[in-house]
């Protein structure tokens, strides 16, 4: 019986382990997701604002030459 009731707590925390180990499994691949969901904001942000002043560089560009090109 003694014998019994130790494999049965064993089981237990077997168990319980292995759903803790699941959840931080779970929890881990989330965070990552966020994490790369994160990154990947910031980078559009920052590819939005490059291509705007790009494109604003562009056009000072094209308004000196027609200033330098009138003189």
Do not use: P, R
Not at 10 to 29: P, Q
Not at 38 to 65: D, G, P, R, W
């Amino acid at each position: 019986m003694l014998e019994q009731k130790k494999l049965f707590d064993w089981t237990e925390m077997n168990i319980m382990l292995n759903g803790i180990k699941t959840n931080i499994s779970f929890m881990t691949k989330l965070f990552k997701k966020k994490i790369a969901s994160n990154v990947q904001s910031i980078y559009n942000e920052k590819a939005f604002s490059l291509q705007c002043f790009y494109k604003t560089h562009l056009k000072i560009t094209e308004i000196l030459t027609k200033i330098v090109i009138d003189f």
